[in-house]
């Protein structure tokens, strides 16, 4: 089993609400990743949770505040966002960090920021 | 830094072999891999090669990597309507030990019936 699941499918929110994506594994990975993709764009990293702890943000704004509850569970906090944060939101995990080791890809959280 | 690069678009017709090309600059990267993505979904892992290998072949994929010249390719065979969607190609950042991926642009696959 090859799956990483994420919700919810579709967010939309308003520049002062307080939302958050959850994600999901159960492949027994350490490493977890959020990306962000943008319409006919590749992925861009934004942190990297290496067993449980943040290893890699890639100057992400802090209005973007991740979370890793257990080995399982990676959150994403979102707080007053902008418009230009809609994009598709994507989770990733892989068995080990750091190594170059396969990362699995969650569907996404298509977020829309009014 | 390291830089990967796509054409973006590619049409074929049902039935023939599409080949999707991409060049890479990091000559120490270990992995490089394929990912498909169609419409509103996530990216699905599709294959990937070790850089000691030449070639790797599952079922209607050919993966043919050319270290010399930093050029790796995906060869579908038989290409169908469901293949359409847009394929990246991605190399692990090899300098930073990280396994951060480096991902191409995307080629958009175009299948016509």
């Known amino acids: 089993d090859t799956e990483v699941t994420q919700t919810p499918k579709h967010l939309v929110m308003g520049m002062t609400n307080k939302k958050s994506l959850k994600c999901e594994q159960h492949?027994?990975?350490?490493?977890m990743y959020w990306y962000k993709q943008k319409a006919k764009k590749p992925p861009e990293l934004m942190f990297v949770y290496s067993y449980e702890k943040l290893s890699i943000n890639e100057s992400v704004p802090s209005r973007f505040s991740p979370e890793c509850p257990n080995s399982s569970l990676l959150n994403l906090h979102l707080h007053a966002l902008q418009p230009e944060d809609s994009a598709l939101y994507l989770c990733?995990?892989?068995?080990?960090?750091?190594?170059?080791?396969?990362?699995?890809f969650g569907p996404g959280t298509r977020l829309t920021v009014l | 830094g390291e830089d990967v690069e796509q054409s973006l678009f590619l049409s074929v017709r049902e039935g023939d072999s599409s080949v999707i090309n991409c060049t890479y600059t990091d000559s120490s990267s270990t992995y490089l891999y394929w990912y498909k993505q169609e419409p509103g979904a996530g990216l699905q892992l599709l294959t990937y090669i070790f850089s000691n290998m030449d070639m790797k072949q599952d079922q209607r994929l050919t993966v043919l990597l050319n270290k010399k010249d930093k050029h790796l390719s995906l060869r579908i065979a038989d290409t169908q309507t469901g293949d359409s969607a847009i394929y990246f190609c991605?190399?692990?950042?090899?300098?930073?030990?990280?396994?951060?991926?480096?991902f191409g642009q995307g080629t958009t696959l175009q299948v016509k019936p």
């Open positions: 492949m027994g990975h350490r490493a």
């Open positions: 990733a995990s892989s068995q080990d960090m750091p190594s170059p080791d396969t990362q699995y």
């Open positions: 991605a190399e692990v950042e090899g300098s930073s030990n990280t396994g951060k991926l480096i």
